[in-house]
């Protein structure tokens, strides 16, 4: 079964941008749909955005989108997430996660079935 191991996160100042990765480890990288999630403290995480096994189709999150870039390369087992113009409300984990039985991108959250350990990216002045 794959293994995804989120990596990138810092502090970085409002307005600024990062760049988050995910580096799976396992056969199956390349042969289903990828998401992003986020859960900052005290409330219920939430999805960020999300990319289908072939990387054509992407979802992004109302509340971010026109922020954020969401991609991957199947070659590489990686999957990328920049976000811009950041804001301290951005502040959580950002947890990446595949979703197994599913190419393109699935209707629910509940879909995801492989979880990273998160990688936790701070904005703050």
């Known amino acids: 079964q794959v293994q995804l191991v989120e990596s990138g996160g810092r502090w970085v100042q409002p307005g600024g941008s990062v760049s988050l990765s995910c580096t799976a480890s396992?056969?199956?990288?390349?042969?289903?749909?990828k998401g992003w999630f986020r859960q900052a403290p005290g409330k219920e995480r939430e999805f960020v955005a999300a990319?289908?096994?072939?990387?054509?189709?992407?979802y992004n999150s109302d509340s971010m989108r026109g922020r954020l870039i969401i991609s991957r390369d199947n070659a590489k087992n990686t999957m990328s997430l920049e976000i811009y113009s950041l804001k301290a409300e951005d502040t959580a984990v950002y947890y990446c996660a595949a979703a197994s039985n599913y190419e393109n991108i699935p209707p629910s959250a509940r879909a995801y079935d492989v979880w990273g350990q998160g990688t936790l990216l701070t904005v703050s002045s």
């Open positions: 396992g056969p199956t990288f390349s042969n289903n749909a």
């Open positions: 990319i289908s096994r072939t990387g054509v189709k992407k």
